[in-house]
């Protein structure tokens, strides 16, 4: 059981660039979301999705697109990637809103 | 808007020596609250939970919290520690009516480190 999948786990963009963090999970989970991780500040949401075709905004959602084609699947999308961008990236599944989350291993994203 | 602080950004302990991380998180109604362990390079995994009922909560690993309302508190403890435990910890709030598990505030974190 692979659980939650991320890719690529490491990437280094130039300013402007566009890319897409791909999650994938095979837990039939209907919950998912993204978060992003900076020192000092412990983990951000970005977006979240509680079912495929519904997806909504989270803490800091600026620079970030996401859609829910599947249950599978939750791409996050940087259409312009910037400096502050730079963080390290997990996307995360539950079963429920009172279940456990669990998380990916992470990508780690450096843009220059 | 919900907030967590984590008291401690750094805690060193010696193993075998008892531990406490504190939590406190800024909320004035129902709360859901979480402990998640990221060891070196991985993601997080949950420790324990808090959604209702007893206040103190047992997790794994030995690790325990005890959510206290009046002091809108909830410190993570453990009597003895191990090497194994070296590890950041985040403590995080979530509102039950307002996405409850899946849309998390987390804390800052806190680095625990024992020493042999």
């Known amino acids: 059981n692979a659980g939650v999948t991320q890719t690529p786990k490491f990437q280094v963009l130039k300013t402007g660039q566009s890319m897409t963090l791909q999650c994938a999970q095979d837990m039939n989970h209907e919950y998912m979301s993204w978060y992003r991780q900076d020192p000092g500040m412990g983990l951000r949401l970005i977006h979240y999705?509680?079912?495929?075709?519904?997806?909504d905004q989270g803490e800091v959602p600026n620079g970030y697109n996401v859609s829910r084609s599947t249950t599978e699947d939750f791409p996050l999308r940087l259409l312009s990637a910037a400096p502050s961008q730079t963080s390290v990236y997990f996307c995360?599944?539950?079963?429920?809103?009172?279940?456990?989350?669990?998380f990916g291993e992470g990508s780690r994203l450096t843009v220059l | 808007a919900q907030s967590v602080t984590q008291l401690d950004s750094q805690v060193p302990v010696f193993e075998e020596a008892p531990v406490e991380l504190r939590c406190n998180y800024s909320?004035?109604?129902?709360?859901?609250l979480f402990w998640y362990v990221q060891y070196p390079n991985q993601g997080l995994q949950l420790l324990l939970k808090?959604?209702?009922?007893?206040?103190l909560v047992k997790g794994i690993n030995g690790f325990e919290a005890e959510f206290n309302k009046s002091q809108t508190s909830f410190h993570l403890r453990k009597p003895s520690v191990h090497i194994s435990d070296t590890a950041e910890y985040f403590c995080a709030v979530s509102d039950p009516r307002r996405g409850g598990a899946q849309k998390l505030v987390f804390g800052q974190g806190t680095r625990l480190t024992i020493n042999p």
């Open positions: 995360a599944s539950s079963l429920d809103s009172t279940g456990e989350l669990f």
């Open positions: 999705s509680v079912g495929a075709g519904i997806t």
């Open positions: 808090y959604l209702s009922g007893s206040t």
């Open positions: 909320s004035s109604v129902s709360v859901y």
